[in-house]
């Protein structure tokens, strides 16, 4: 059956095409059988590229942050990036976001609208006139027949 | 507005004169200061609304939270790139850089663009430095024809764009931004004048993308390489979004009629592409047609031409842009450990990956719009607006949040719950730099949360 995958053609994953590879062990006996496992993960090119296969960074570094192999570069690259990160853009960064003024006065209008309430319902007046001009100053011209 | 153009273009030099041992935290550590100093843009206290200001270059409320977005996510891309183009060539990872650092200037010209023939040229340049990330850095064969779909689509799309705006032109005199909401609406008889709205919105409909013609989405985002996808599904599609935005200001009373079947499209967009995502086997697909979906509400959103549909559709923009970038981070963060993005090839991950599962279910639950993030925030304005305008509206979009939330939850369950495959034996842990990434596109989602004022632009 995993052979009528072929179908596929190249859409098929790289693991399913190397089916016959998949299941014979490629390694040497004296291998240990966890490596042999591994190596079925990767594409067949890996082990050729100058064995820059799956390398484990942490046998050499184990404290590797999976920035470099280069121990130093990569604690340095932690540090620069959490630093910068979050220390800065997300932490004075936000701060700064969050003291910005008020855009287009809109929390100034919700605090006034708050405070015209209270102070209306406490005299017991409508919230708000339905009319906006005073309908007493309104003068319309007479009623002209065209 | 220079502070952050000039240090984005000398990332450039940055990148080649660096040693190859210290180019990654050098470029990624420039990028994090660009995108601090991006921050001051969100002061916009102008009466005008424009700030920043020369003769080419502004930035208003509805460009500053985009903008901020572009910035912030270059040094995710840094990130994101570090581990699979580390057995490259030195050449071709400062190749890489450059052509990421050279699509951020031409993404923040876009934006802050304010001339519209300035924002299509730049709308246009975008295209290359993506075409070559996607064809040159892509891992299977399928990515040519990625490329060709990606190129041509927008291409086809935008081409009658540019004549509409030279007539645009020669009928006001004018493209600025600044003035084009002052000019005279355009006299032309009916079927030109529909032809021309046509012209005008197909470039962006197509960048968005509009259900219908959004095949090259699927494509592109699947077949780039993770800073390819994270760029093109955080920035790019917003472009399409951002430009319509721009546009529409000339362009009614045309939009009345002519926004009608647009808008049902979109809608329909959002429950086809939702109930594609339920039959995906392939988990960068999966988050493409999420992607698709989620624009569809978008582009119904700005279609609607209210103060809310426009300002959901600007929140939801970010938003997903944050969620879609951490989506795409997670699956290479799978790709990168099993060589396969097939779902049911790396799943139950839970058991192998179990602080990676935690990002997994908050990105999740950002995707299905779960209160009270951005997310929810922007979709429930446009589905509010979409009612106001049409209360059938509420079974396409209802239905469509439905599926959503299925896909979503189908996503996570497929690739962190279940029983992990037994060729699974050998999965390198989390490192650090992955939780960062996660961290960085996440956190900010939350923080927008208590501040949801800098991302209503100038509408309400």
Not at chain 2, 272 to 284: W, Y
Not at chain 2, 302 to 311: E, F, H, K, R, S
Not at chain 2, 374 to 383: K, T
Not at chain 2, 419 to 435: D, I, V, W
């Amino acid at each position: 059956m995993l052979s009528r995958l072929t179908r596929l053609g190249p859409t098929l994953p790289r693991i399913l095409a190397n089916s016959g590879l998949r299941f014979v062990s490629q390694s040497p006996p004296s291998a240990s059988a966890g490596s042999a496992t591994l190596s079925e993960l990767q594409p067949p090119h890996a082990k050729d590229s100058d064995g820059h296969g799956e390398v484990n960074h942490y046998l050499k570094n184990p404290d590797y942050h999976g920035f470099s192999a280069d121990p130093e570069v990569d604690q340095w690259n932690m540090r620069l990036a959490f630093f910068f990160g979050i220390s800065m853009t997300l932490v004075v960064g936000g701060t700064f976001v969050n003291y910005l003024p008020d855009h287009g006065m809109r929390e100034w209008a919700r605090r006034e609208a708050e405070r015209l309430i209270k102070l209306r319902e406490a005299k017991g007046l409508t919230l708000i006139e339905e009319d906006y001009y005073d309908p007493s100053k309104i003068v319309l011209p007479a009623a002209v027949e065209e | 507005m220079l502070k952050i153009l000039i240090p984005t273009l000398f990332l450039i030099p940055t990148t080649w004169l660096t040693p190859q041992k210290w180019l990654w935290p050098t470029v990624m550590t420039q990028s994090m200061m660009i995108a601090l100093i991006s921050l001051t843009w969100l002061n916009n206290s102008s009466e005008s609304g424009w700030t920043t200001m020369n003769s080419l270059i502004a930035t208003d409320p509805l460009s500053t939270p985009l903008l901020v977005l572009s910035c912030w996510l270059l040094p995710l891309l840094v990130l994101a790139s570090q581990n699979h183009l580390s057995s490259e060539p030195s050449s071709r990872q400062k190749t890489f850089l450059s052509l990421l650092s050279l699509l951020q200037v031409f993404i923040i010209m876009a934006f802050s663009a304010t001339e519209m023939i300035m924002f299509y040229v730049m709308f246009e340049a975008t295209l290359i430095p993506t075409l070559l990330v996607i064809t040159r850095w892509g891992n299977q064969a399928e990515r040519l024809n990625a490329g060709i779909y990606f190129l041509f689509y927008t291409l086809v799309g935008s081409l009658p764009l540019l004549v509409a705006l030279l007539m645009l032109q020669n009928c006001t005199g004018t493209l600025s931004l600044l003035v084009l909401h002052y000019s005279q609406p355009v006299t032309m008889a009916p079927m030109s004048s529909k032809i021309w709205w046509v012209a005008c919105m197909g470039a962006f409909l197509v960048k968005m993308p509009l259900y219908g013609a959004h095949l090259w989405l699927p494509k592109a985002h699947v077949e780039a390489p993770v800073a390819g996808s994270m760029v093109l599904a955080a920035v790019l599609l917003k472009l399409g979004g951002y430009g319509m935005m721009r546009l529409m200001v000339v362009l009614a009373p045309t939009s009345k009629e002519m926004a009608y079947p647009f808008i049902i499209m979109a809608l329909w967009g959002v429950v086809m592409t939702g109930s594609t995502c339920l039959r995906q086997t392939d988990l960068k697909s999966l988050i493409a047609y999420s992607s698709v979906g989620h624009m569809g509400l978008v582009v119904a959103g700005i279609l609607i031409q209210t103060p809310w549909g426009l300002t959901g559709a600007l929140i939801l923009m970010i938003a997903h842009g944050l969620t879609s970038s951490a989506l795409f981070c997670l699956a290479n963060t799978n790709y990168e450990r099993t060589h396969t993005r097939t779902m049911l090839l790396a799943r139950g991950l839970q058991t192998a990956l179990p602080l990676m599962t935690a990002w997994w279910f908050i990105a999740s639950l950002a995707n299905l719009a779960l209160p009270p993030l951005p997310n929810l925030m922007g979709e429930l304005m446009i589905i509010s607006s979409l009612f106001n305008w049409s209360p059938w509206t509420l079974l396409l979009t209802g239905v469509g949040t439905l599926i959503t939330a299925s896909y979503s939850l189908y996503m996570f369950l497929m690739t962190q719950r279940g029983p992990l495959p037994k060729h699974m034996m050998a999965l390198p842990p989390s490192f650090t730099r992955e939780h960062l990434l996660m961290a960085l596109h996440l956190l900010p989602l939350m923080l927008i949360i208590l501040k949801p004022a800098i991302l209503w632009g100038c509408f309400p």
